[in-house]
């Protein structure tokens, strides 16, 4: 029997997935339905790819694969990326915790890590005990993403002018309380400020870039470089 072909294509041409996990990841699944895959779900997947492209890494570890899309097309553009995950169901390469990173990793054994909507899920006193994991493995960049609830109502517009473009931010505050679900913490909600997420991430390396696509602003993104004089974890950062 002839087995499917599946290609993803780049600017360079296509690249032919054939392996039965390659198939397997993109077979189904929830990290694979219509409602999961949203638009603003697809620009998400466009900033972390841009985010480890711009770090020039030549390996990367992608730490929760989902669906495997973000893992196939930093392949086809030349990256070698090692998948893992908690949950052996979605085919990671390497199945384990992100608390015990150690165990299945040398240190500084990759260019850059690539964190994207995973240490929400842990409760909030294991989030730097995650960093100081990933901090050992990898020799130069993290891009971390996680979920944030913003504090205040808001009108957010592109503008093009002919002297420039710019985008215009209107808030207005009001509170915001963590609703209980498979996320332990967000940012932005009660307790988990973005100066809170940001003092632990800084005793542990360097914020290069932080930012919330225009696309999708539950999204908030930073790309990290690693300091050599990282300090061990302190209760969750407080």
């Not at 929760?64 to 908690?86: C, E």
């Not at 808030?171 to 915001?176: H, L, Y």
Request: charged share 30%; proline share 5%; with cysteine.
């Amino acid at each position: 029997r002839r087995q499917r072909q599946m290609c993803i294509r780049d600017s360079n041409g296509h690249v032919e997935i054939r392996s039965r996990r390659a198939l397997k990841k993109f077979s189904g699944g929830k990290y694979l339905s219509r409602r999961y895959l949203s638009s603003r779900r697809w620009m998400s997947f466009w900033h972390q790819i841009n985010e480890v492209m711009e770090t020039g890494a030549d390996n990367v570890l992608e730490i929760g694969t989902g669906g495997g899309i973000v893992t196939q097309i930093l392949r086809a553009l030349g990256v070698s990326v090692t998948t893992f995950d908690i949950d052996p169901e979605t085919a990671p390469d390497v199945v384990g915790d992100v608390l015990e990173l150690r165990r299945h990793f040398q240190p500084a054994s990759f260019d850059c890590v690539l964190c994207a909507q995973v240490l929400e899920h842990l409760p909030f006193e294991s989030f730097e005990p995650a960093l100081v994991e990933i901090h050992r493995v990898t020799r130069r960049n993290v891009v971390l993403s996680l979920p944030y609830r913003r504090r205040y109502w808001g009108v957010i517009a592109r503008f093009h002018l002919p002297l420039g473009a710019g985008r215009l931010n209107i808030r207005i505050p009001r509170p915001v309380r963590h609703v209980p679900g498979d996320h332990k913490w967000e940012v932005g909600t009660s307790g988990y400020p973005v100066r809170r997420i940001e003092k632990v991430l800084r005793r542990h390396f360097r914020v290069e870039r932080r930012f919330y696509p225009f696309e999708n602003l539950y999204h908030l993104f930073f790309r990290l470089r690693r300091i050599d004089r990282a300090v061990g974890p302190r209760g969750g950062g407080e």
